[in-house]
């Protein structure tokens, strides 16, 4: 049945791509957003990729009045709208608890007085910290950290009190979270505010976590957004992308159309109400591998990554999704392969331009003590 949705962020990456999924099926999109200026650039302008069919309301989530009138006539909610950095949150530390665990709050209590049929909230892998580890003898290991002492070496990888290295396995919704970064503790804040609050209001509500996801229309001229959009920010400048650690540090990358989907099949799905689901690929890749790969589709083979070989604070070591509870309960299985997602993208790229200022916000990272 056609409902009339509402997106907070939704004139964003994932958001947009979710736009044009939900109206693709029938359904009616409204879109709050405040097209945050990091993310849109200085002219406060609807962004020409967002559908013609999407409403857009100009508005801060953070704004009683903006989010009332939003929910006016509305069946369901996708809850997307946060800032995104991880480094960033480690020094913007109010405007990250404000957009993001506040805003939530805000919404909450406009959908106390004017509940919907199902809202669904984007969670983030970041949630759990270090994803999970097995050692050779197959114990698994979930509570790992790394010691800034060992990051302070080089010594990047896990460990156990005997000094074996672990191995990453693929981490499922049970796993404890493990918060290590500003941006991973508001994302909970998120996810659980809004379970809690759609529990005892009668409203149906999935948290997604989603894990790292790429795709066309990420913000390049953000340097705090993902990976993939500022190596291709530093290659469209014909600058090397700058690589944290050693570069094996792995991620699972997942394309944005399938998180898309999932997000649909989220508000479709009576069974995962009250429930959280793990949205990656299941594949892990090392971002120096990544790098490359970029580098290539865009004819960039070149331009040789930096590895740096400083530890950003709040950074994770390796993480990627089990799937088994998305797939049994929401039927989701990713269907974009990595290297079709990267050529599309390079595709786009092609007809992007992108202000580098990947070096101002290193700057502002090291001049506070967040890279090590
Ligand atoms: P994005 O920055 O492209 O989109 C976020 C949108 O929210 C932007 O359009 C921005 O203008 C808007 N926004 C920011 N502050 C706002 C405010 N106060 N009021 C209204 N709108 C506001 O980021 P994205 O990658 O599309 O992320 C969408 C959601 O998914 C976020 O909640 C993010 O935490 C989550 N997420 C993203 C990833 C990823 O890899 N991109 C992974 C896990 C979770
Ligand atoms: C990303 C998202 C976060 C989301 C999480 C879930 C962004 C900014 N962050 O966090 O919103 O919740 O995935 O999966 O979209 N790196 C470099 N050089 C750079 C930038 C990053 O080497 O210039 C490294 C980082 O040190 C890290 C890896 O790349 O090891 C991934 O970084 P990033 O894209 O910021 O992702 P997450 O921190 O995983």
């Not at 790992?144 to 990888?157: A, I, Q, V, Y």
């Not at 990656?280 to 790969?293: D, L, M, V």
């Not at 040789?304 to 604070?313: F, H, N, Q, S």
């Not at 994770?316 to 269907?335: M, N, Q, T, V, Y």
Request: proline letters at 3%; hydrophobic letters at 35%.
């Amino acid at each position: 049945m056609q409902k009339k949705v509402l997106i907070t962020g939704g004139a964003g990456f994932i958001g947009s791509h979710l736009a044009d999924e939900l109206i693709e099926k029938g359904h009616q999109v409204r879109a709050l957003d405040n097209l945050s200026e990091q993310v849109h650039g200085p002219k406060v302008k609807r962004p020409e990729y967002l559908n013609k069919q999407v409403e857009l309301q100009i508005g801060d989530v953070r704004d009683r009045k903006a989010v009332d009138k939003a929910l006016q006539d509305i069946d369901a909610v996708f809850h997307l709208a946060a800032m995104v950095g991880v480094g960033q949150s480690m020094y913007q530390i109010k405007d990250y608890t404000e957009v993001n665990n506040v805003g939530t709050a805000v919404l909450m209590e406009a959908l106390m007085e004017k509940p919907v049929e199902k809202l669904v909230v984007a969670s983030s892998m970041s949630i759990y910290g270090e994803g999970l580890y097995l050692d050779s003898r197959g114990n698994q290991h979930v509570e790992c950290e790394r010691k800034l002492s060992d990051l302070k070496k080089g010594n990047w990888e896990m460990y156990d009190d005997n000094g074996e290295i672990l191995e990453p396995a693929p981490t499922s919704e049970t796993k404890k979270p493990n918060l290590s970064s500003v941006y991973a503790l508001s994302k909970y804040d998120q996810e659980r505010l809004s379970l809690i609050s759609g529990k005892a209001y009668n409203i149906p509500t999935t948290a997604l976590r989603f894990f790292n996801v790429y795709g066309t229309r990420q913000a390049l001229s953000n340097p705090y957004t993902g990976v993939l959009a500022i190596f291709a920010s530093r290659l469209l400048n014909n600058n090397p992308p700058l690589i944290f650690e050693d570069g094996k540090q792995k991620r699972d990358f997942i394309h944005v159309k399938d998180v898309a989907r999932a997000c649909r099949l989220a508000m479709e799905t009576p069974d995962a109400d009250g429930k959280v689901f793990n949205i990656g690929s299941g594949n892990r890749y090392t971002i120096e591998e990544i790098a490359h790969k970029l580098a290539e589709v865009m004819g960039k083979a070149h331009i040789k990554p930096e590895i740096t070989g400083k530890y950003r604070v709040g950074d994770i070591r390796h993480c990627s999704a089990d799937r088994a509870r998305a797939k049994e309960i929401l039927g989701f299985e990713p269907e974009v392969d990595f290297k079709e997602g990267l050529h599309e993208l390079a595709e786009w790229l092609k007809t992007q331009i992108a202000t580098d200022s990947v070096d101002k916000a290193s700057e502002e990272l090291s001049s506070r003590g967040l890279t090590v």
